[in-house]
């Protein structure tokens, strides 16, 4: 809904008010239930149809702000006034229920001191508690900080100024710490202090800061106006005595008020320690017993605060456990004056939590980039994530961090490449500074395939003039088998590093005949199939080539070229041989009946030239040439066994044909066998 404008309290009430302005929305920190992923909060607001104001209870889904387990409820309790009231504290979520706490808001009367308990899965009001029903007063603000709960369920709150009349029959808390039960809300225990009158008359609220329980013990620390810290036994806090305070301890840290919470860490230097940072005041730090508290700090500060009622500086301790060294005492106030009731520039600084002497940092030693911007009062830093987040009232959340050092990154392309066994594969690397880094870098490789080198041109680059390149070139050795390989370039200078991976895939391809022998007369050939299979998405073409033994009348041919585009291709290899030629041959037992052909055709071609009839001796004429002819062919045919050495022929026996395949560097060779009868 609509905010309530801030002057809306004055219209009724003649006020000028102005701790809260332009607008009051949400004043109490939310909660955050991290297993159901639910932030609740608290938001005031008008209906401006009727000119009425509501206080309503929110879940809402921590990812999208959507509205859960039937959200928003309406806030309210018999004589509670809305318009007068204002939700400080922060939320506190425990036993499976939400606590909010209301006070006064400017003092305006009239107004109460209210915690109201609503179950956290349905928001359905549990019970309700009032500090001062019969009478008025006893705010619950705390400086903003929420209740407390303890391991039994009890939950925690400070009162502030109103009247207290427990002891006298009446109902009124006012000035006191409260333990609560959980589930009741009716008071199991209490303290307040033997001056409870004189804080309520001069408006020392004891409520005006946040109790604390201290990890592991069973003791309660909480702080005032009137600048005390007291401490409680929370099994016996210490009810009312009207000649003195019957709590555990109590001392005055200085003479402003104290608002808000004081905070607490275990060092390993000290042991637990409790720091405060009041108005005017330097950082103090108490050494915890166990029991009690050394009243002198252990450690001073020499930064004072500025001066102002509500000039305390919001603490928040950071650490990496109590390891020596690590402790930070976060501090955010105002750097100019009194933020009661005016914006004022704010600082946030930082400590040594064993020595507080030690200034480490602060927002003013460069104020152009980190200076905050207006003190959020009452306001404490959160650390988390390895940042400091400062509230601040001008419209902006500050965020703090270490800032980076100077340095460079590196990045690669193409992120992937892919190389033929034997290639080479290149990447440009681009050097990109960061943070004014100006040095020279230097580059190298890891990872690379087994036999592999890279090099790089230039071998360095210097980032003086802003981003630099280089060429990162990868050479693959052809016996290199097919491969994935993640590379990693580094660039080095000095102590500072950076790197980027990128993909080198290898590919090849082996050459497998069909048939690795064949068997074959001389004079034939022979007839192999060859498959080219791809590895690891080879996409070449490949050229191939063969070789027969020389000397024995052996010739091969095979398809000269063949596309390998990511499965297997084949191609042709045909292996010839030589037989024998026709040759005249002079069987020697039949050497007289050759003879006689060899006389008939001379015969007959002399009877032709005798004088005789034409037809006659054309007759004889042929038949002698047929005889001749016939002669001829008698003589011919090869020898009946190769073997015997006939020049040209190539002789029976086994033989190996070799074939080599090339793409670019990669070569691949097989051989077939020839058997030659």
């Not at 179950?119 to 001062?132: C, E, G, M, P, Y």
């Not at 230039?458 to 990162?472: E, F, K, L, N, R």
Request: charged share 10%; glycine share 12%.
């Amino acid at each position: 809904g609509s905010s309530v404008p801030s002057q809306d309290v004055c219209a009724a009430s003649g006020c000028f008010y102005e701790d809260i302005t332009p607008e009051i929305g949400i004043t109490g920190t939310p909660v955050i239930d991290p297993a159901s992923s639910t932030i609740y909060v608290v938001a005031k607001s008008k209906n401006t149809s009727n000119n009425t104001y509501h206080f309503k209870l929110h879940a809402l889904d921590l990812i999208t702000g959507a509205e859960k387990f039937g959200g928003p409820v309406e806030v309210t309790a018999p004589g509670f006034n809305v318009l007068f009231h204002l939700n400080h504290p922060g939320l506190l979520l425990a036993n499976g229920k939400l606590y909010l706490g209301f006070g006064s808001l400017g003092d305006i009367p009239s107004w109460h001191g209210w915690l109201m308990a609503y179950d956290a899965t349905t928001l359905q009001q549990k019970v309700v508690f009032n500090t001062s029903p019969s009478s008025s007063e006893g705010s619950i603000w705390q400086g903003g900080q929420g209740p407390v709960a303890d391991n039994a369920g009890n939950v925690y709150v400070a009162t502030g100024n109103g009247p207290f009349d427990i002891t006298t029959g009446g109902s009124a808390y006012g000035d006191s710490i409260l333990r609560l039960n959980g589930s009741s809300l009716s008071v199991l225990d209490y303290f307040t202090p033997d001056d409870q009158s004189s804080l309520s008359s001069n408006d020392a609220d004891l409520g005006s800061g946040g109790p604390i329980l201290l990890p592991g013990t069973n003791v309660l620390v909480s702080a005032g106006k009137d600048g005390w810290i007291r401490v409680m036994d929370t099994g016996n806090l210490g009810k009312f005595n009207a000649t003195f305070d019957a709590n555990l301890q109590e001392w005055q840290v200085f003479s402003g008020q104290f608002i808000g919470a004081p905070v607490y860490w275990s060092s390993s230097t000290f042991g637990p320690l409790l720091y405060t940072y009041g108005p005017a005041d330097v950082p103090n730090a108490f050494r915890f017993n166990g029991s009690s508290f050394q009243t002198s700090p252990v450690s001073v500060g020499t930064i004072p605060n500025v001066a102002g009622d509500a000039s305390n500086a919001a603490l928040a301790v950071s650490s990496n456990g109590d390891t020596p060294g690590s402790g930070i005492l976060w501090a955010a106030a105002s750097a100019s004056g009194d933020p009661a009731h005016s914006p004022m520039a704010g600082i946030l600084r930082a400590f040594d939590a064993t020595n507080l002497a030690n200034e480490v940092w602060d927002s003013n030693q460069n104020s152009a980039r980190d200076k905050p911007g207006s003190y959020a009062k009452y306001v404490s830093p959160v650390i988390a994530n390895g940042k400091v987040y400062l509230a601040t009232v001008s419209g902006e959340v500050a965020v703090y961090g270490l800032l980076a050092a100077p340095g460079f990154t590196l990045e690669a392309a193409p992120v992937s490449a892919s190389v033929r066994a034997g290639g080479t594969a290149t990447y440009a690397l681009s050097v990109t500074p960061q943070n004014g880094f100006s040095q020279g870098v230097s580059f190298t490789c890891f990872g690379l395939p087994s036999g592999a080198s890279c090099s790089f041109n230039p071998s360095s680059v210097t980032t003086a003039g802003g981003p630099a390149q280089t060429v990162a070139t990868v050479a693959v050795p052809a016996a290199a088998e097919s491969s994935d390989s993640p590379i990693t370039f580094s660039g080095t200078a000095g102590a500072v590093h950076g790197s980027t991976s990128v993909t080198l895939s290898v590919t090849d391809f082996d050459l497998q005949p069909s048939t690795a022998a064949a068997t074959v007369k001389a004079g034939s050939t022979a007839t192999y199939q060859l498959t080219l299979n791809p590895r690891n998405g080879f996409n070449s073409p490949v050229s191939l080539s063969c070789s027969a033994p020389p000397g024995v009348g052996i010739s091969c041919v095979v398809d000269s070229s063949v596309t390998v585009a990511g499965a297997p291709a084949t191609a042709q290899l045909s292996v010839t041989t030589t037989g024998p030629a026709a040759a005249l041959k002079y069987p020697r037992h039949s050497l007289p009946l050759y003879a006689t052909f060899l006389f008939l055709p001379a015969v007959l071609l002399q009877l032709g030239r005798v004088r005789q009839g034409r037809k006659l001796r054309h007759v004889l004429h042929c038949i002698g040439v047929l005889l001749l002819l016939m002669v001829v062919s008698c003589g011919g045919g090869g020898a009946s066994n190769p073997s015997a050495g006939v020049a040209g022929v190539t002789p029976a026996g086994t033989y190996s044909v070799t074939v080599t395949a090339r793409s670019g560097p990669l070569t691949r060779t097989t051989s077939v066998s020839l058997n030659v009868h």
